[in-house]
């Protein structure tokens, strides 16, 4: 099938498994997908530049999608989405400027491939300790924690960071605290959800992709939301950095809406799949498999950066990618094995 | 017929960049809405008919 807009020829039913892929994935973890899905293109030999624009587009349509689905679940808190892209808009900015700061020294590229590898390293093997931990119980409570840092979150909720309110002209006093019934939170301090947004929008703008896989750990592990809660909201706020980039990509002419639109639908289709798992399969297990596919998308990256320094052998990029789709192929039938057994089994699961 | 398709998307987004980006968003906001709404309708049809078939009497005056 051709597609006019980025002048090449690609197998349909390839970008069909690649959107069904996304979806799923996107549905399950809540988060864009970006780095699979612009490997997966690359693969398929669509262009770079329209490689990553029309990832980016497919991550805000698949997005939306999720969103809604979640929020028929009762899994998006709203407030905290809105309280959160508070931070994310100015990170974005700062995010730029950095960049470009890096780019007059001569060390964008590499210096935010390593730190992507560290983030990405770090993050994994966190998430896959604190799923075996949290299966056991607390040695000095005996009770089992919803996650290792249960303790520590309950601190971050807790703190008295600003007065409780602020009075600003014509507008009158204005709260500082909020609660967060969706999320279990009472009392909160806004500048921690504008602290959390800020940094996942420095991370989104700075490592071009990752922004949602950054946000999920830090809602779970740091403020202390319920991982289906935290998976709602994270999509929320992919929205809107994934219509950001769309909109930029897109007035440089690098989306191809044909190839978008088609990968949607199947991309729709998983994610009814991925919504629907989250209600039935166990959260320390949802976090499990997140932590192994962050694990292969730090080996993915790690070995593009060896092959772009032409250490290794000439096959190592195409290694990387075929990883990062094998996993995320694996982990989609893992999904869909886990959904049929928790079928069978019945009971529908706590939000944890 | 390719060569021609290409270049009138060239021209298309090359003459008002703004509307082409604005344009490319709501096809997709709108194409995802649709999307979901529709299985939102597949699953709530075979819901439907899954319980029916559960229970014959139900929906029956």
Known sequence: ?352 | MHESLTSFLRDASAGNPIIWALLIMVVVSITSLVLYGFWELVLRLTLYRLSSRKNPEEGTP
């Open chain 1, 1 to 352: 099938m051709y597609f006019p807009n980025a002048e090449v020829l690609v197998n349909p039913a390839l970008l069909l498994l690649l959107g069904l892929i996304l979806g799923t994935l996107s549905g399950f973890f809540g988060v864009g997908g970006g780095f699979l899905i612009t490997g997966g293109l690359l693969v398929f030999g669509v262009p770079a530049p329209f490689a990553v624009g029309t990832g980016l587009t497919l991550i805000m349509g698949s997005s939306i999608i999720n969103t809604l689905k979640h929020r028929h679940l009762g899994n998006v808190d709203f407030k905290l989405g809105i309280l959160m892209v508070s931070g994310t808009i100015p990170a974005l900015f700062v995010a730029q400027w950095v960049i470009h700061e890096l780019k007059i020294a001569g060390l964008a590229e590499s210096t935010i491939r390593y730190a992507y590898v560290v983030v990405l390293a770090i993050l994994g093997s966190f998430i896959i300790y604190d799923s075996w931990r949290s299966r056991l119980p607390n040695p000095e409570t005996g009770v089992r924690e919803t996650t290792s840092t249960a303790a520590f979150s309950r601190k971050v909720q807790q703190l008295r960071l600003t007065p409780d309110s602020l009075r600003i002209p014509i507008i009158g006093r204005v709260p500082l605290y909020v609660d967060l019934p969706v999320s279990n939170i009472q009392n909160i301090c806004v500048l921690v959800p504008f602290s959390v947004g800020f940094l996942a929008g420095l991370f989104a703008g700075l490592l071009g992709a990752g922004g949602g896989t950054i946000l999920m750990p830090i809602l779970i592990y740091v403020v202390g939301i319920p991982t289906t809660v935290a998976i709602g909201t994270d999509l929320f706020q992919v929205i809107l950095t994934g219509s950001m980039g769309t909109f930029l990509k897109a007035f440089s002419n690098e989306v191809d809406p044909m190839m978008v639109v088609l990968m949607l639908v199947a991309a729709s289709m998983g994610s009814q799949l991925g919504t629907a798992a989250t209600r039935f399969v166990e959260a320390t297990r949802i976090r499990f498999l997140f932590g192994i596919t962050v694990l292969s998308g730090c080996l993915a990256v790690g070995l593009e950066q060896v092959s772009n320094l032409g250490i290794g052998p000439g096959y190592l990029s195409g290694l990387a990618t075929f990883l990062l789709l094998g996993v995320g192929g694996a982990i989609c039938l893992l999904i869909a094995g886990l959904l049929v057994q928790a079928q069978l089994r019945k009971p529908v699961v706590s939000k944890n």
